[in-house]
């Protein structure tokens, strides 16, 4: 698990990834197979986590879900946005007053499990059944489970 947002100011700041950090856990652990997750990769840290898991077939795939936004992006290892739940947030002009109200339906309420078996591992992301409520509309989900088979035997 990777912090890559926040500081010790607390603002929320969006942080990269410490690539010698996971190199060196990686190194540490030679007999596990390796999933990274985080709150939050930019592009720039999916392509050098991606650079890592081409160098490494134990990297499986990297799980974060800050743009709320259900995504997998195949490659040396999968990256996986699990999602979760959005109301989109606007601010007024002066950027300090946030309105959470408005409901964006490509990424609703749901979580992300991973299942190991035998020589694949099994991402599911399931939407829950709900009523939701927003400024700009109110919608009902039925439920909804996608899944994502991960091959482990890269070597």
């Not at 607390?10 to 996971?22: C, I, R, T």
């Not at 596990?32 to 999916?46: E, G, L, M, W």
């Not at 959005?86 to 950027?95: E, L």
């Not at 099994?122 to 039925?142: F, G, K, P, S, W």
Request: proline share 3%.
């Amino acid at each position: 698990m990777l912090d890559t947002f926040g500081n010790s100011a607390g603002n929320g700041e969006k942080l990269p990834v410490d690539l010698d950090w996971v190199r060196s856990e990686i190194a540490k652990y030679p007999e596990y197979r390796v999933v990274i997750c985080s709150h939050y990769f930019s592009n720039a840290d999916i392509a050098a986590l991606q650079e890592i898991a081409g160098q490494n077939s134990r990297v499986l795939a990297f799980f974060h879900g800050h743009t709320h936004q259900y995504e997998v992006i195949p490659g040396a290892a999968y990256v996986i946005n699990d999602g979760a739940v959005a109301y989109t947030a606007f601010t007024d002009v002066s950027g300090t007053v946030w309105n959470f109200g408005y409901l964006d339906l490509r990424s609703l309420w749901g979580y992300q499990i991973l299942e190991w078996s035998g020589d694949a591992a099994v991402t599911y992301r399931v939407l829950l059944t709900a009523d939701y409520q927003a400024t700009n509309m109110q919608y009902t989900v039925e439920s909804d489970i996608r899944q994502t088979e991960i091959p482990l035997g890269r070597d």
